[in-house]
């Protein structure tokens, strides 16, 4: 028996719903950012290929994969302290086993030099990674310890930055964010592209994140104090 056409006709119909729906729905979602930015009197631009990716070179999350790009660009300012806030895409691997990775990234630009750390929400294969010598710096806190997973290429920066108010407001910030210092930037980013709420949370983990970090490591980053 011969496949029955409509069959095939039905499916496509109901596949290009589906993306006609999403489509819109993205267009909402862009839409609603751009009214939220220009509210703040911050600029919004289609990004691309270039931009915020070869801005911030210290960043190793936008250095991941190949065929990289941004995305509905916002950049204004936090405290006096630039800011941008964008949609991430980059691909890995090729052909069947191509996979596109979709972020939402916030960066704010810090007026001292930092140095590279990484924290982000702990996972499955970190315990494996931990059994076969990968880094994970552990804290007093052992619900800290627990729930995220912390990398630094100076271990001392580490424990400079991430103290007990640190830990404390981490645990209680929203979930899913990630973070990482560049050299002079504090980025926050979680998976999948950011609505005006997800942004909001970012901004308030960046701020609190900035007016947690010790003066005096302010100070040794400036030179000011050995």
Not at 73 to 101: A, M, S, W
Not at 171 to 184: C, H, I, R
Not at 192 to 208: H, W
């Amino acid at each position: 028996m011969s496949p029955n056409p409509w069959i095939f006709i039905l499916l496509l119909a109901v596949l290009g719903t589906i993306a006609v729906l999403m489509w819109r729905r993205e267009m909402q979602r862009q839409d609603a950012l751009r009214v939220w930015a220009f509210e703040r009197g911050w600029r919004v631009g289609p990004g691309g290929p270039g931009g915020p990716l070869y801005e911030h070179p210290a960043v190793t999350l936008l250095d991941r994969g190949h065929s990289r790009r941004s995305g509905c660009l916002i950049t204004g300012e936090l405290e006096g302290q630039p800011l941008q806030l964008f949609d991430y895409q980059y691909v890995t691997g090729h052909g069947k086993n191509r996979t596109t990775h979709r972020c939402g990234v916030a960066i704010l630009n810090v007026p001292f030099p930092v140095r590279p750390l990484r924290i982000r929400p702990e996972n499955a294969f970190d315990k494996v990674g931990e059994f076969l010598g990968a880094e994970d710096i552990n804290f007093e806190s052992a619900e800290f310890s627990r729930r995220f997973h912390v990398s630094a290429d100076e271990r001392k920066w580490a424990f400079d930055v991430i103290h007990t108010r640190m830990m404390e407001f981490l645990l209680k910030a929203p979930p899913g964010w990630a973070l990482e210092f560049g050299s002079d930037e504090i980025v926050a980013f979680r998976r999948g592209y950011a609505r005006q709420a997800d942004y909001e949370a970012a901004i308030m983990l960046l701020k609190g994140v900035r007016a947690l970090i010790p003066e005096y490591v302010i100070r040794q980053q400036r030179g000011d104090i050995a």
